[in-house]
């Protein structure tokens, strides 16, 4: 049987996680890296994998079955989006939840007129919290949903922070309020505000006789980022950056606290712990990659998320062998 052709678009942390995540999952084939840098300044990533410009992606449509696109949320794929879906079927981490509505009509109309299958938003938030938000509201009716995330690294907001003038580098961490947790876990479906749920700790490396008042100032009350939350910017060196703060871990609590029926108190809770935030996430864009090419198969078009579709389309085996051993 013949492999799925997948091409990646983009070659930070996630795209280098998708290529390590091909590797677990001998039913596809890595066949091409699209870079909007000079190719020639980037090795192949996986034996037999040409890198090639973004310019050309037109003349390799008939050569990818999946493009993985790995872009950010913030700039990238709101314009990347809806013109890669007029070429390729597509797979996307978009992960601004207020803006996903406006993305996927941009999406969906794109891939309509071209014939194509566009899975956007994949990840496990938006993702696979998305779905335990789902199951648990559906089988719950009556009862409070709540997320809790991290402790881990926020990849929008340190690299936010890294914008801010006078700063070098950094990374922040979200970190959920133990007393806030609790407080649902013990059913008592508490009305909990942003700043209640969360605290935002930030490690930052500024640059040599930059005011880090001024700094700390325009961390803490940056709007959409931290102006809502208490947060603590520490400012330490880069050393202690690099050994203290390279990993990029990450997780969280999907919790549906309600009753059934009867008035029965019941409780749902789904949790991630994540020693790597790309490379999990990573891992769940390539698993969906499986199921957007068996629905394109199918003759479906236009957009989707994870909440159109099957889970055993996730998986490699034959329907009958999931049903045996997984149901």
């Known amino acids: 049987m013949s492999k799925i052709r997948i091409a990646v678009s983009g070659y930070g942390n996630l795209g280098r996680g998708v290529f390590a995540a091909l590797r677990q999952n001998p039913d596809m084939e890595p066949v091409a890296l699209f870079t909007r840098r000079d190719p020639a300044s980037i090795p192949s990533p996986?034996?037999?994998v040409p890198v090639v410009s973004v310019s050309e992606m037109d003349q390799w449509t008939d050569k990818v079955d999946v493009l993985i696109l790995c872009g950010g949320s913030a700039t990238d794929l709101?314009?990347?989006g809806p013109e890669a879906a007029g070429f390729f079927n597509t797979v996307d981490s978009f992960d601004t939840h207020a803006r996903i509505p406006a993305y996927f009509e941009s999406v969906d109309s794109a891939a309509k007129a071209a014939g194509h299958l566009s899975l956007i938003s994949v990840g496990w938030d938006p993702g696979l919290f998305s779905l335990m938000r789902v199951y648990g509201q559906g089988v719950l009716p009556e009862g409070e949903s709540y997320t809790f995330w991290g402790r881990?690294?926020?990849?929008g907001h340190s690299d936010a922070i890294r914008r801010v003038p006078g700063v070098l580098a950094g990374i922040q961490y979200t970190v959920p309020r133990p007393?806030?947790?609790?407080?649902?876990?013990a059913g008592e479906n508490p009305e909990l505000t942003t700043r209640e749920k969360h605290t935002r700790e930030c490690y930052v490396v500024a640059e040599e006789g930059a005011d880090r008042a001024a700094i700390?100032?325009?961390?803490?009350?940056?709007?959409?980022?931290f102006d809502e939350?208490?947060?603590?910017?520490?400012?330490?060196?880069?050393?202690?950056?690099?050994?203290d703060h390279a990993a990029m871990p990450h997780?969280?609590?999907?919790?549906?606290?309600?009753?059934s029926a009867n008035g029965t108190p019941q409780l749902v809770e789904y949790s991630l712990?994540?020693?790597?935030?790309?490379?999990?996430?990573?891992s769940v864009l390539v698993a969906y990659a499986r199921a957007l090419f068996r629905m394109k198969e199918a003759g479906r078009t236009g957009a989707m998320t994870v909440l159109d579709v099957p889970p055993i389309l996730l998986l490699p085996e034959d329907p009958a062998e999931v049903r045996a051993h997984l149901l």
Do not use: H
């Not at 939350?229 to 050994?243: A, H």
């Open 46 to 48: 996986a034996e037999g």
């Open 78 to 80: 709101p314009k990347q």
């Open 152 to 155: 881990g690294v926020s990849q």
């Open 179 to 185: 007393e806030a947790l609790k407080a649902v876990r």
């Open 216 to 225: 700390a100032k325009a961390i803490t009350e940056m709007p959409n980022y």
């Open 229 to 243: 939350y208490d947060t603590t910017v520490n400012f330490i060196s880069m050393e202690e950056l690099k050994r």
């Open 251 to 259: 997780g969280g609590f999907v919790l549906r606290s309600g009753k």
């Open 273 to 282: 712990k994540l020693g790597s935030n790309p490379e999990f996430t990573s």
